[in-house]
């Protein structure tokens, strides 16, 4: 069970906030990406993201930590992924870092 504290910020597709994980003991983001299948082209780009986060496992790159679903496929319409909470998010590290290196 998760309790919503606050809006953090906009995603792709989305609004993530800030909630606490009350089963684990530890704070998570959830991004709501509502009406998922209203355009294909999007549905396919959550998709692949969805499946790439899933499969990659780095320090640097969130981790995809639950994906819920509704209860009934008459009522899938929005879906809600939860990530481990990272300090900022890549718009934040763009902008602070002009001059990125690798």
């Known amino acids: 069970m998760y309790k919503i504290e606050e809006v953090i910020g906009k995603g792709s597709y989305g609004v993530v906030c800030s909630a606490y994980d009350t089963h684990l ?3 998570v983001a959830i ?11 999007d549905a396919t780009r959550i998709l ?4 790439l986060l899933r499969l990659l ?5 969130v981790e995809i930590k639950h994906i819920l ?3 009934s496929r008459r009522e899938f319409r ?19 870092n002009d001059d990125l290196t690798l």
Do not use: T, W
């Open 48 to 51: 692949r993201e969805i499946k």
């Open 69 to 71: 679903l509704p209860p």
């Open 25 to 27: 003991g530890e704070k």
């Open 78 to 96: 929005d879906i809600y992924v939860v990530f481990e909470l990272m300090e900022s998010d890549l718009r934040q590290v763009i902008k602070a």
């Open 31 to 41: 991004k709501k990406i509502n009406d998922i299948f209203e355009h294909v082209s």
């Open 57 to 61: 496992r780095h320090p640097d790159i």
